[in-house]
């Protein structure tokens, strides 16, 4: 299951990808980011979300962005993971552990750009096309996770 969802990361990242005015580019891998770690758990769904996300940006010519895209994005899914859990999957667990692992998204990629590859302050400007992409990873994934939560096979993925 956790290669599935990497090629289910991947091919949401790779295929719908919108190109930022920052040199990069918004897309939907974010909300399968989400449902890794919702569904999977916090090792695989970190596996599977790292993976897939690192794999787009080796296979689209981000190449500096690889060890941080494996990083970023397997925390995102993980802490995601965690407080979905720790909240008992109750309502509105979804959201807030969604707005949680958007903002490691967001925070690390600041970061990264910001202090490691030297952009300082300029790395804001990449915040609110990562602010879209967290939004919308959120609510598409929330949708995702409320179809896969009547079916049979997902049933058994989250128990």
């Known amino acids: 299951m956790s290669a599935l969802f990497a090629s289910l990361v991947f091919a949401a990242t790779?295929?719908?990808?919108?190109?930022?005015?920052?040199g990069?580019?918004?897309?939907?891998?974010?909300?399968f980011v989400l449902l890794s770690g919702w569904l999977l758990g916090p090792w695989y769904g970190a596996?599977?979300?790292?993976?897939?996300?690192?794999?787009?940006d080796l296979l689209a010519?981000?190449?500096?962005?690889?060890?941080?895209?494996?990083?970023?994005?397997?925390?995102?899914?993980?802490?995601?993971?965690?407080?979905?859990?720790?909240?008992e999957r109750k309502r509105g667990a979804?959201?807030?552990s969604g707005i949680a692992g958007e903002l490691i998204m967001i925070a690390g990629y600041f970061g990264f750009t910001a202090l490691l590859l030297g952009k300082g302050f300029g790395a804001l400007l990449?915040?609110?096309?990562?602010?879209?992409?967290?939004?919308?990873?959120?609510?598409i994934g929330i949708i995702l996770m409320k179809l896969f939560e009547n079916s049979n096979t997902m049933k058994k993925l989250m128990k």
């Not at 295929?15 to 920052?22: C, F």
């Not at 990069?24 to 909300?31: H, K």
């Not at 596996?47 to 787009?56: D, E, H, K, Q, V």
């Open 61 to 87: 010519g981000y190449t500096y962005y690889v060890p941080a895209t494996l990083i970023i994005k397997a925390v995102d899914a993980m802490v995601a993971a965690l407080i979905f859990r720790a909240m």
């Open 14 to 22: 790779m295929v719908i990808r919108l190109p930022s005015p920052t």
């Open 94 to 96: 979804l959201l807030i």
């Open 126 to 139: 990449s915040v609110p096309g990562d602010l879209v992409q967290g939004v919308t990873g959120i609510m």
């Open 24 to 31: 990069g580019y918004v897309n939907l891998g974010d909300c």
């Open 47 to 56: 596996a599977a979300a790292g993976i897939g996300s690192m794999l787009t």
